[in-house]
């Protein structure tokens, strides 16, 4: 495998479910994200997470859970969505220099197609 | 604030024309980053090109070029001769070490044969 990788592809699932989003980058890179992209706002960074740490958490509500297990995985919990959290979820990565002081491109994963009913 | 405009939502254009997309931002930090970004209709976003505020330098590559020019808080996307494989959504987007990451709204590009 290479670059980004994101499972599933699609994902339906009720307002009652309980499942999750995985991501894994295969590039070396020491940054992962997530983002949302609907058709209401095209893509809204959700949740940053540089060195295992994570640095940034745009008002998702609790309902979204991220976890970053290593620097090649990311996931993104799901629980008790509601309707118009239907939306396609990206992932990216990118190269971090230690100190933040450069900000190298993105790059993103296929993304996971969530409907939730 | 930050903030990254696209004015332009959607484009159309006739295969061979040239294109220009329009990304104004904002943003208080002194050291920032500019990117474009293009989403193929398969959906996955690609990068195209990134600038530091500290270089002005515009940019040629084959058919793609910028214009970057901080004193109207401008990074402009030329695309000369289009073709219809350049349909897509491009996105430009600011970055700050501050550790701010904004995307603009996106513009879509349809380019006709």
């Known amino acids: 495998e290479t670059g980004v990788t994101q499972t599933p592809r699609h994902l339906v699932m009720g307002m009652t479910n309980k499942k999750s989003l995985k991501c894994e980058q295969h590039l070396g890179h020491n940054a992962m994200y997530w983002y949302k992209q609907s058709a209401k706002k095209p893509l809204e960074l959700m949740f940053v997470y540089n060195f295992k740490e994570q640095t940034e958490n745009n008002s998702v509500p609790s309902r979204f859970s991220p976890e970053c297990p290593n620097s090649s995985h990311l996931f993104l919990h799901l629980h008790t969505l509601q309707p118009e959290d239907s939306a396609l979820y990206l992932c990216?990565?990118?190269?971090?220099?230690?100190?933040?002081?450069?900000?190298?491109?993105?790059?993103f994963g296929p993304g996971t197609r969530l409907t939730v009913l | 604030a930050q903030k990254v405009t696209q004015a332009q939502t959607e484009i159309s254009v006739v295969e061979k024309e040239d294109v220009t997309l329009d990304c104004v931002y904002e943003?208080?930090?002194?050291?920032?980053?500019l990117f474009w970004y293009k989403q193929p209709p398969s959906g996955e976003l690609v990068f195209l090109i990134r600038?530091?505020?500290?270089?002005?330098q515009n940019e040629i590559s084959g058919r793609y070029s910028w214009n970057f020019q901080k004193s109207t808080s401008s990074f402009n996307f030329t695309i000369t001769a289009s073709q219809v494989v350049d349909s897509a959504v491009y996105f430009c987007?600011?970055?700050?070490?501050?550790?701010?990451?904004?995307f603009g709204d996106g513009t879509t590009l349809t380019v006709k044969p």
């Open positions: 600038r530091n505020s500290f270089d002005e």
């Open positions: 990216a990565s990118s190269l971090r220099l230690a100190g933040g002081s450069s900000y190298n491109e993105q790059f």
């Open positions: 943003t208080r930090d002194t050291t920032y980053y």
């Open positions: 987007a600011l970055h700050t070490n501050a550790g701010k990451s904004t």
